[in-house]
């Protein structure tokens, strides 16, 4: 087996394009409720929050953030290895966390359905103009090239996109405002910063480490009580638009990640000589149960069959035990435990705060979706390492390693040169059936796909 983190861009692409998938599928049509959020059932669409159940749109978002943390042992590793101080470090963490709070409010700014319900060609345009500007802003210039040259397009793009936040005009005659910006982003910048000090401190004490997570579930039981200082400090922040507390809550699939990312990065680095699995039909196996597990949780979590989901799950769980049990590398038999415990430990709180949701998140959803996280990364492990099918992921790999152009190329590149051009139009022409209406969403994301692809082969990262 390949020791890079191949699965892991894997997963995080993955998450990221079905994020724009789920975005673009249609409502109104007849598609069946477990083709959108859980919460915001067909045909009206209407946000239920007393709604309990789990769909594939549910887990996009959980399984980005797992990615995300997953990373943080591989990123501050080396930059511990080349001998920066913790100081230091902690410093280019809060930048990261301020670019991508900074990318949140841009892209909000930026959006030409932001800027106007009914875009019309100069909002198109705008959006065009916001994603070029990204690049000015957030692009990792190699380092052969000339600093005054770096420096000169940063000035020249932060110039702009001041005197055009300063004249541009939004709904009931607003203008920019630091309070709009795309919650997604900020939640991450939120979980980034405090996910990636937390494990800078913490990273030779796991213990310590789990121990924030009681802290936070202390939080979430106690918040409500009026009158407690845990009301106070939950509602309390010197910066509304920039931090609340609530935010936080997804440190709960954040830290579980960096442990997992502890035991990768490890195991990347050791000497083992080892092959994930003894054997092809070992492999084979995992794939399928590993995909049975996350499939079998949507299909019964969403349809309320609680008893049969938990017999089913244990049922799984045990026979990936029996197929795991006698491996010599202990890679499989770390992540299965782990993966265990979440997806247990998610389905036990199930019953809890009126069962399982995204909105408002439960702690069953906080926990159960780490462990199908987990699930999902052994799936793509096994089959882009040890079946070597990297190239059958290309795509989504590459867009994992560019998530943030993934994130903003439809909304800021791919709509606007749509409706400019009246392919729209054409591609419209599929709604007249639900499922078409799914496959032109499809064909959206592809061309995100491409996109994103596109600039990670010639090497073009944005600072995110």
């Not at 109104?28 to 477990?34: A, H």
């Not at 036990?348 to 909105?359: M, Q, S």
């Not at 943030?404 to 009246?422: K, Q, R």
Request: hydrophobic share 50%; net charge positive.
């Amino acid at each position: 087996m390949q020791k890079r983190a191949d699965a892991l861009d894997a997963l995080r692409g993955l998450a990221i394009l079905l994020m724009i998938l789920s975005g673009s599928i249609p409502f109104g049509g007849m598609l069946p409720d477990w083709m959108y959020h859980a919460q915001l059932p067909p045909p009206t669409h209407k946000f239920n929050p007393n709604l309990p159940g789990l769909t594939w749109v549910d887990l996009v978002f959980p399984f980005f953030l797992f990615a995300m943390g997953t990373a943080f042992p591989f990123a501050l590793s080396k930059k511990i290895k080349s001998g920066v101080s913790n100081f230091k470090i902690s410093l280019q963490i809060l930048e990261r966390g301020l670019l991508l709070a900074g990318f949140a409010i841009f892209i909000q700014h930026f959006k030409p359905y932001a800027l106007n319900p009914s875009p019309t060609n100069q909002d198109w345009l705008i959006g065009i103009l916001g994603f070029i500007l990204l690049f000015a802003l957030y692009l990792r210039f190699p380092n052969s090239v000339n600093k005054k040259i770096v420096y000169a397009v940063r000035i020249t793009g932060i110039i702009i996109t001041v005197l055009m936040l300063a004249n541009l005009s939004y709904p009931n005659d607003s203008s920019f405002s630091l309070g709009r910006s795309d919650i997604i982003i900020l939640v991450l910048a939120n979980t980034a910063f405090f996910g990636s000090l937390i494990w800078l401190f913490t990273k030779e004490n796991l213990l310590l480490r789990l121990g924030v997570l009681g802290f936070l579930i202390a939080f979430r039981l106690t918040q409500s009580i009026d009158g407690s200082w845990n009301n106070w400090l939950w509602d309390f922040s010197p910066f509304p638009w920039l931090y609340k507390l609530y935010y936080l809550q997804y440190l709960f699939i954040v830290i579980p990640g960096t442990i997992i990312g502890d035991i990768l990065y490890k195991w990347f680095n050791s000497e083992s000589k080892y092959e994930i699995y003894d054997s092809k039909n070992s492999a084979v196996l995992i794939t399928v149960v590993t995909f049975a597990i996350i499939i079998c949780n949507l299909i019964f979590l969403q349809s309320r069959m609680m008893v049969v989901n938990l017999i089913v799950n244990l049922i799984l769980l045990i026979v990936i035990y029996f197929i795991i049990k006698n491996q010599n590398d202990s890679l499989i038999k770390t992540l299965f435990n782990w993966g265990s415990y979440w997806v247990l430990l998610g389905l036990t709180f199930e019953a809890f705060e009126g069962g399982i949701k995204k909105d408002q998140s439960t702690l069953s959803y906080y926990f159960l979706t780490t462990g199908l996280a987990i699930f999902c990364y052994i799936f793509l492990s096994t089959i882009i390492d040890y079946f070597k099918q990297k190239n059958m992921f290309r795509l989504i790999i590459n867009s994992g390693q560019n998530p943030m152009i993934a994130y903003v190329a439809g909304s800021l590149f791919w709509m606007p040169v749509l409706e400019l051009t009246n392919l729209s139009s054409v591609l419209n022409l599929l709604l007249v059936n639900p499922w078409l209406g799914f496959f032109k969403g499809v064909i959206f994301t592809f061309f995100v796909a491409v996109t994103a692809s596109f600039f990670t082969s010639k090497k073009l990262f944005w600072r995110t």
